[in-house]
């Protein structure tokens, strides 16, 4: 009976991982989705509403899901008291603090800090060509996350279950 138990608990758990493990390939995903949204929701703000920095945060972060609605909050809040010096210092600190709920890899992290170290220092036009430079980059990585996704999401699932299978066998 014991065993049983065992075999039963260990398969669950092999299980478990291989879900879970499988599951960071969709995050990646769709955080890259709600970053795009979030960056031509914030494109349309500043380029076609003239609207400042801080208040089109606040704007939009209300209208994408987490973690990138704390994530934009956190750097509005940075600088609007202004414990920062620009714009790319607050997303840097905010994203040293909430670094564990994300997951994007380093291109990802790459695109958006050229972005944010550009942002708000140039006219209007090198602010559109700044915003579809990240777009592009992001639609890119966006698409390179959902093929990842697609082949090994199955993938570590099934393995999971193999594995725990497989335990399961040798253990009975």
Same mark, same amino acid.
């Given at each position: 009976?014991?065993?049983? #138990? ?10 478990? !991982?291989?879900?879970?493990? /499988? %599951? /960071? ?10 970053? *795009? ?7 349309? +703000? ?6 400042? *920095? ?9 209208? #994408? ?21 620009? !714009? ?5 600190? %905010?994203?040293?603090? *909430? ?6 890899? +380093?291109? +990802?992290?790459?695109?958006?800090? +050229? ?7 140039? /006219? #209007? ?7 579809? &430079?990240?777009? %592009? /980059? ?14 090994? #999401?199955? &993938? ?6 193999? !594995? ?9």
């Amino acid at each position: 009976m014991l065993k049983l #138990v065992i075999a039963c608990a260990l398969f669950s758990i092999c299980s478990y !991982v291989g879900f879970e493990y /499988g %599951e /960071g390939f969709n995050r990646r995903m769709i955080q890259l989705r709600e970053i *795009l949204k979030s960056l031509i929701i914030l494109q349309n +703000d500043i380029l076609y509403g003239s609207t400042p *920095l801080p208040e089109a945060f606040e704007n939009f972060s209300y209208k #994408v899901e987490e973690p990138i609605h704390s994530f934009i909050n956190g750097i509005r809040e940075k600088l609007v008291s202004g414990s920062v010096e620009s !714009v790319y210092d607050g997303v840097a600190e %905010e994203y040293r603090e *909430l670094k564990g709920k994300f997951s994007l890899n +380093d291109n +990802d992290i790459k695109i958006l800090g +050229d972005f944010f170290k550009s942002l708000g220092e140039s /006219g #209007v036009f090198g602010q559109e060509r700044i915003f579809s &430079l990240a777009i %592009e /980059g992001i639609r890119m990585n966006l698409k390179d996350a959902e093929d990842t996704a697609k082949k090994n #999401v199955k &993938l570590y699932r099934y393995l999971g279950v193999c !594995v725990g299978g497989m335990i399961t066998i040798f253990v009975l």
